[in-house]
């Protein structure tokens, strides 16, 4: 339970960990120690954490043994909010374009291809064994494997739908007193080559309608909130597909909030607007990566950032109000530590968390 204030909700946004990534072992015990000490001073402020999201990426490779890896770090993890505060929060993943297996280059390129000439094609969707829809599943076995198997933050698993490509899912839980809806879709099953895929991975309207049980507006109506998670942000989509995002799913009377990460760096995206409602679009930043990165511009080896996101939602009649205490690695001025995200705008002065 929320102690500081059993009305409101609390969400820790993780995202791009990269388990199994090379220098994990070098460098992750400073971060993880700056991140446990981090978060035990935002939960004795500001509250127990009830929902654990995780934007993909959980692996570098999407192997068994990077999945039996984040497993542990997962128990561990619980363990310590026993510690904080004795609170057991739900837990929701979806795949990350590194928690899949990614076929032969050929193959990737039949599967693309097949994809853009027919996805909206009955077969991928209602034929088990359609060839497409066995290769989507296959990239997917670890993570699927891992994700029926695990029994840390498990909803009641009579309240979960799963959709037509895996990771897509549904979900209602009960919180002090509200109804809240979570929906994840997989937005990396394009995204099967190095090359840059900015702007061509898809979402489709069949995901989404299978996802939500085949009625999204009568499940969202459903909820006094809802969320939807995606490892991509919108940009990375093709543009049909971010209008269908826009106009279709983030409208306000169906998701309040959409959760992403990918791109390693804290951002706030109010960008699908209707009227005088919005939904808000929040970016995470990348819990762990690789500690410097190739700056392809330039070709210069760049420092690269860690963070997470602590977000709190409120209800006052039909009206929701969430503020957001994005966090970030900080190295400037001696050892790393975890602190407010100075770069991320605006932040309240008198706690470092949104207005």
């Known amino acids: 339970m929320n102690k500081k204030n059993p009305k409101n909700i609390n969400i820790l946004h993780l995202t791009d960990l990269h388990m199994g990534v090379g220098n994990l072992n070098d460098y992750w015990p400073t971060v993880e120690y700056e991140f446990y000490r981090d978060l035990e001073f935002l939960v004795n402020k500001h509250g127990a954490i009830d929902i654990v999201v995780f934007t993909g990426d959980i692996t570098n490779r999407g192997t068994k043994l990077e999945f039996d890896d984040f497993n542990q770090w997962l128990k561990k993890l619980w363990q310590k909010f026993k510690t904080m505060n004795g609170s057991e929060p739900y837990l929701f993943t979806v795949p990350g374009n590194h928690d899949l297996k990614r076929p032969g280059l050929d193959m990737a390129k039949t599967f693309i291809e097949s994809w853009g000439q027919n996805e909206g094609n009955p077969a991928f969707w209602e034929d088990p064994e359609d060839l497409n829809r066995i290769m989507c599943n296959s990239m997917f076995r670890q993570y699927t494997d891992w994700h029926k198997a695990l029994n840390i933050g498990k909803a009641p698993s009579n309240n979960i739908v799963e959709g037509g490509i895996?990771?897509?899912?549904?979900?209602?839980?009960?919180?002090?007193?509200?109804?809240?809806?979570?929906?994840?879709?997989?937005?990396?099953?394009?995204?099967?080559?190095?090359?840059?895929?900015?702007?061509?991975?898809?979402?489709?309207?069949?995901?989404?309608?299978?996802?939500?049980?085949?009625?999204?507006?009568?499940?969202?109506?459903?909820?006094?909130?809802?969320?939807?998670?995606?490892?991509?942000?919108?940009?990375?989509?093709?543009?049909?597909?971010?209008?269908?995002?826009?106009?279709?799913?983030?409208?306000?009377?169906?998701?309040?909030?959409?959760?992403?990460?990918?791109?390693?760096?804290?951002?706030?995206?109010?960008?699908?607007?209707?009227?005088?409602?919005?939904?808000?679009?929040?970016?995470?930043?990348?819990?762990?990566?690789?500690?410097?990165?190739?700056?392809?511009?330039?070709?210069?080896?760049?420092?690269?950032?860690?963070?997470?996101?602590?977000?709190?939602?409120?209800?006052?009649?039909?009206?929701?109000?969430?503020?957001?205490?994005?966090?970030?690695?900080?190295?400037?001025?001696?050892?790393?530590?975890?602190?407010?995200?100075?770069?991320?705008?605006?932040?309240?002065?008198?706690d470092s968390g949104t207005p």
């Open 166 to 350: 895996p990771g897509d899912f549904s979900t209602t839980i009960e919180l002090h007193g509200h109804k809240i809806g979570i929906v994840g879709l997989n937005t990396s099953f394009l995204h099967l080559k190095d090359e840059e895929v900015e702007g061509r991975l898809s979402l489709t309207m069949q995901q989404w309608n299978k996802a939500c049980g085949g009625n999204p507006p009568e499940w969202a109506a459903k909820h006094d909130l809802n969320l939807l998670i995606t490892h991509h942000p919108p940009s990375w989509l093709e543009p049909d597909s971010q209008k269908r995002l826009k106009d279709e799913i983030c409208i306000h009377e169906r998701i309040d909030l959409h959760l992403f990460g990918h791109l390693h760096e804290n951002r706030f995206l109010p960008i699908y607007s209707h009227g005088p409602s919005s939904c808000a679009g929040i970016q995470g930043a990348s819990l762990f990566s690789r500690e410097k990165y190739l700056d392809t511009k330039n070709g210069a080896r760049v420092q690269r950032n860690h963070g997470y996101g602590f977000l709190q939602l409120s209800f006052e009649g039909n009206t929701i109000n969430y503020r957001l205490w994005p966090r970030a690695s900080a190295t400037d001025e001696g050892p790393l530590s975890i602190i407010a995200d100075t770069w991320y705008t605006p932040l309240d002065k008198d």
